[in-house]
C-alpha cells in the first residue's frame, strides 16, 4: 500500500456541510415513468423534506452513468443557477462518493444547497445484469473476458468470493445469514420490493446463478430514483430537521491497484476498500469501533463480510463467525447494518440508498431503528472490488 | 430444459469456446494487444513483456505500468499454470448463451508460471465443473472460435504432467 496521503489532523470537511433532506420515488419493476421523471420526482421529495424549493438548489453530484444529465434537470426543476456541477464514476460502489464532494463543494463555498440523486429504470430498460450484443470489442480489457464468457458482474465479483472462501473457509451458508437479515430489514420497510422473510434453508435452496453465488446472494435489479439534499450547518438550523443535525464528518475514496477488467488485481481475497478506509479512519480519527451502525453497498452478499474486514470491524478472516445466525448484524444487534433491507431486499438505486438509511438512522426514523440505542454515527460504505468510497455521517 | 436434464447437464464438462458471443475485433485493435491474438493464431501463448524491465503484463497496455517504457516484447510462454479462482455459470446472462444451451460453464482465472500475479481470463475444458478447484495444474491448448475462425482462443485443460 501507499502511505497516508492526508496527514491525520486534515479534514476540510470535516462537519461541515449537513444533510437535509431525502427523497426518492417508488420503487418497481416497471415504472413506466420517464427517468427525467424519476429524478425530478425524487429530488422534489428530498427537497419537501429538507423544506426548501427545488430553486434553492445551486449545487449537483450526479453519477456519470446517470441519462440525467445537469442541464435537463436544471430546466425541469426550474434551478435558477447552477453554480457546482460534477459527475461520479463507477457507479454504486462509488455512490457515497457523491455525498463527500457535495460535502466538500459546500464547505469550499461553492454552492448552498446541493443534491445527489441517481435515477434510472434498471430493470425496464438496460439491465447492468445483462451482457448487451452481438458486437465486435474494439480492444480493452473486456476483449480479454467476454471471449470466455466472463460478461456480467456476478461473474468478475463472483471471482473475488471464490477466492475468499478458498483463503478464509467461508461457505455459502456465511453469505446465507447476510441474505436473511437483510431480507428481514426489508419485512419491516413498506418502500422495500421484496418483503418476505427468507430462511437460511431457502438461501440455500435458492438456485445457484454464478457459482458459488446463489440467486438469494444477488441484489435486485429495479427502476426507481433517490436524492440527498445537503447545505451547512448554519443554513441547517433554519429548516425542517433543525433539531437533528446530520453531519458528514469524513469521506474518502480508494482504488487500489491494477483495477481495469476487475479481476486483474494482485489479491482476490482483500476488498480494495482497505485503501478507502485507511484514508477515511486516519482523516476522521476514528475506528471501526466509533461506529453505531454499518451500511455497505451490497451488489452481492458476501460483500458485507469483505467490507466488515477491510474496515476492521473484524480482524480478517473473522467476517464468517461474526455474521453467524444473523443476530450481530440484525437492527437490534451489536452493529445493525442495511436496517433498510439494501439493495438485497429493498430496492437497487445505485448505492444511494444507503446513505439516506443513514440519516434514517441517526433521525430516529427507521423502520428498523435499533430500540436499545441511540445512533450517532454510522459508516456508508462499499467493500466493492472497483473504486470504493465511503461516509461517516454523525448527528450534530 | 427439464429439470432432472438440467441436474444432470450440470456435471457435463465444457468441450470448447463458448458460441454467438462478442468477440475482438482483429481489424480494430489498438497496436499493443495484437501480439497476444497473433500469438494464438500461432498456437501460442504469448504474453506482453516490458523490453528494459522485462516484467509481463496482462491485459496488454501501451506503456510498462512499473518502469513506464513504452518498449514492449512478446515472448512465448509454457502455456503452464494453476487456478486462482474460478466461477460456474449457471444462469445465462447472453442470449446465445441460454439459446444454444452452454450452460453450465466455467470462467476461470489462471495464474500462469512466467511470473507471480500474472493472471488471464480463460476456461477450463474437458473436466467436470464441479472437479475445478482453486491450485489445479493446467496447461494451455488452442482453439478457433465458430463465430470467427480467425479469433483463436487459448484454453485450458488438465495438465499432463503435475
Ligand atoms: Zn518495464
Not at chain 1, 458486437?135 to 463472483?158: C, D, Q, T
Not at chain 1, 459508516?379 to 450534530?396: E, H, N, W
Not at chain 2, 439459446?99 to 512466467?114: A, D
Request: hydrophobic residues 35%; glycine residues 8%; proline residues 6%.
Amino acid at each position: 500500500m501507499t502511505e497516508t496521503i492526508t496527514p491525520a489532523d486534515h479534514n476540510a470537511i470535516r462537519d461541515r456541510a449537513a444533510i437535509v433532506g431525502i427523497g426518492e420515488t417508488e420503487f418497481s419493476w416497471d415504472s413506466g415513468k420517464s427517468e427525467l421523471q424519476l429524478a425530478s420526482e425524487a429530488i422534489k421529495n428530498a427537497c419537501d423534506d429538507a423544506g426548501i424549493s427545488p430553486h434553492d438548489i445551486d449545487g449537483m453530484v450526479r453519477y456519470d452513468s446517470d441519462n440525467n444529465t445537469e442541464t435537463m434537470l436544471v430546466q425541469a426543476l426550474g434551478i435558477k443557477t447552477l453554480r457546482h456541477w460534477e459527475s461520479i464514476a463507477f457507479g454504486g460502489g462509488a455512490g457515497n462518493a457523491t455525498v463527500g464532494h457535495a460535502a466538500a463543494a459546500i464547505a469550499a463555498g461553492y454552492c448552498n444547497y446541493a443534491v445527489c440523486f441517481r435515477a434510472g429504470n434498471l430493470r425496464s430498460n438496460v439491465r447492468l445484469g445483462q451482457a448487451r450484443g452481438p458486437e465486435r470489442i474494439p480492444g480493452g480489457s473486456r476483449s480479454f473476458l467476454v471471449p470466455w464468457g466472463a460478461m456480467a458482474p456476478a461473474h468478475n465479483f463472483g471471482m473475488f468470493v471464490r477466492r475468499y472462501m478458498h483463503q478464509y473457509g467461508a461457505t455459502s451458508r456465511d453469505f446465507g445469514w447476510v441474505a436473511v437479515t437483510l431480507r428481514h430489514h426489508a419485512s419491516r420497510n413498506p418502500r422495500a420490493l421484496r418483503r418476505k422473510p427468507i430462511t437460511i434453508e431457502d438461501h440455500q435452496r435458492s438456485r445457484m446463478v454464478a457459482d458459488p453465488l446463489r440467486l438469494l446472494d444477488f441484489c435486485q435489479e429495479n427502476d426507481g430514483a433517490a436524492a440527498i439534499v445537503m447545505t451547512t450547518p448554519e443554513r441547517a438550523r433554519d429548516l425542517r430537521h433543525s433539531k437533528t443535525l446530520v453531519l458528514v464528518e469524513a469521506a474518502a475514496q480508494g482504488s487500489g491497484p491494477s483495477i481495469d477488467g476487475v479481476v486483474f488485481r494482485p489479491d482476490l481475497a482483500v476488498a480494495e476498500s482497505a485503501h478507502t478506509a485507511r484514508d477515511l479512519w486516519s482523516r476522521a480519527r476514528l475506528t471501526a469501533k466509533d461506529m453505531d451502525a454499518f451500511m455497505f453497498y451490497d451488489h452481492f452478499t458476501p460483500f458485507c463480510l469483505l467490507g466488515l474486514e477491510a474496515y476492521g470491524f473484524v480482524p480478517f478472516g473473522e467476517a464468517r463467525d461474526f455474521v453467524q445466525g444473523g443476530d450481530n448484524i440484525r437492527f437490534d444487534g451489536i452493529l445493525p447494518t442495511n436496517t433498510h433491507g439494501g439493495n438485497h431486499s429493498e430496492a437497487y438505486i445505485h448505492g444511494l440508498t444507503h446513505p439516506q438509511e443513514a440519516v434514517r438512522l441517526i433521525r430516529g426514523t427507521s423502520t428498523a431503528q435499533p430500540p436499545k440505542k441511540q445512533i450517532n454515527r454510522v459508516l456508508s460504505c462499499s467493500s466493492t472490488a472497483q473504486l470504493s468510497a465511503a461516509v461517516i455521517i454523525r448527528r450534530g | 430444459m427439464a429439470r432432472k436434464q438440467q441436474e444432470e447437464a450440470e456435471f457435463e464438462a465444457m468441450t470448447r469456446p463458448l458460441e454467438g458471443i462478442p468477440l475482438p475485433d482483429l481489424e480494430n485493435l489498438p497496436d499493443y494487444e495484437r501480439g497476444f491474438w497473433e500469438g494464438t493464431r500461432s498456437h501460442e501463448l504469448r504474453i506482453q513483456r516490458c523490453s528494459d524491465c522485462k516484467k509481463y503484463r496482462h491485459p496488454p497496455s501501451p506503456m510498462c505500468p512499473h518502469c513506464h517504457s513504452m518498449n514492449y516484447e512478446w515472448p512465448g510462454t509454457n502455456g503452464q499454470g494453476q487456478v486462482y479462482s474460478l466461477v460456474v455459470v449457471h444462469h445465462p446472462v447472453h442470449r446465445a448463451i441460454g439459446e444454444k444451451e452452454q450452460v453450465p460453464y466455467n470462467i476461470c482465472l489462471i495464474e500462469l508460471e512466467e511470473q507471480e500475479g500474472l493472471r488471464i481470463i480463460s476456461n477450463v475444458l474437458d473436466v467436470p465443473q464441479d472437479e475445478i478447484s482453486i491450485g489445479m495444474p493446467v496447461e494451455v491448448t488452442f482453439m478457433p472460435t465458430v463465430d470467427d475462425p480467425n479469433v483463436v482462443l487459448p484454453m485450458f485443460v488438465r495438465a499432463r504432467s503435475d
